[in-house]
């Protein structure tokens, strides 16, 4: 009796060890992984396209000087470590997801949230590159709102859904105005007017400053800020947001895909998880 108990008590034994061998296996493949993967980051280097090698077989996505897309490519950083602070000064609780911020202050006023953050880099590369008659947006009512309008001195009437616009102020086209007119962007424009707006694209003709957003209350929305593409025509693409709270814009990296992070594989009608939030029901779109 006691030699069937012995042998019971081997078994069992072996048994345990076996289970708990497998996720310590699994443990040291991770980690032998992560050491076997070149690192991707060039932690001294101070723009987007300096930040982030390029993956082996791939090459950069050839765009014209002056473009936007050139334009987000060569966005500067701060330097590697810079953490995400909100608004009010105070460091974002998660510090876990992103390799890089953008050199883009945040207002104190709580107002430059993911969509408005997107909505300003849109808006001071339009107005650096001397194209200012097209910096405009629609607010969630449907009523589109131009800087030239705004510039002019008219100011919107707001009542419910209904909105009529009114020169009541003296024409103003400096810049501390400009930002002005992004603040009443902010308060009434977001994912939502962005979603019903812009137009849709597919995932295999994304290029850098296309968007995959969620419209809705709360929505999100992420900028592409880089692209690659290798001999079969297969693209991978780097990912800037700004969050709510109003916080530092900042370069993604990819949590479900150690191997290429920070590069993200894109595709349609695809659940897509982004630092802290989960695509889903969403589409990619551009601006104007």
């Not at 992984?33 to 082996?56: F, Q």
């Not at 929505?219 to 969050?243: P, R, S, T, Y």
């Not at 349609?268 to 989960?278: K, L, P």
Request: charge should be positive.
């Amino acid at each position: 009796m006691k030699k069937v108990l012995l042998a019971i008590l081997i078994l069992t034994s072996l048994a345990v060890l076996a289970f708990q061998f497998r996720p310590v296996k699994k443990v040291v493949n991770i980690v032998k992984s992560s050491i076997e993967t070149p690192s991707l980051i060039n932690k001294d280097s101070l723009t987007i396209a300096s930040r982030v090698n390029i993956p082996e077989g791939y090459k950069r996505v050839n765009y014209t000087e002056g473009s936007f897309e050139a334009y987000l490519r060569s966005y500067k950083l701060k330097a590697f470590g810079s953490k995400i602070i909100n608004y009010d000064d105070t460091n974002y609780f998660w510090q876990g997801g992103h390799i890089g911020v953008l050199e883009i202050p945040v207002p104190k006023n709580g107002l430059q949230q993911c969509a408005d953050a997107l909505i300003r880099i849109r808006s001071e590369y339009l107005w650096d590159n001397n194209r200012k008659n097209e910096i405009g947006f629609n607010f969630t009512s449907g009523h589109y709102c131009s800087w030239t309008k705004y510039a002019e001195g008219y100011r919107p009437k707001i009542n419910g859904n209904k909105v009529t616009f009114h020169k009541t102020a003296s024409a103003n086209i400096s810049k501390d105005n400009f930002y002005k007119y992004l603040n009443l962007i902010y308060m009434y424009s977001g994912t939502l007017s962005l979603y019903n707006e812009l137009e849709a694209v597919k995932a295999k003709d994304l290029k850098i400053g296309d968007m995959l957003i969620k419209g809705g209350s709360p929505g999100h929305i992420v900028m592409v800020a880089d692209e690659v593409v290798n001999a079969q025509g297969e693209k991978l693409f780097l990912l800037c947001q700004g969050n709510t709270p109003a916080q530092s814009v900042h370069l993604v990296k990819n949590l479900e895909d150690s191997a290429i992070s920070p590069w993200y594989q894109l595709e349609d009608d695809t659940a897509i998880s982004v630092s802290n939030y989960r695509f889903s029901s969403s589409k990619f779109v551009r601006f104007k």
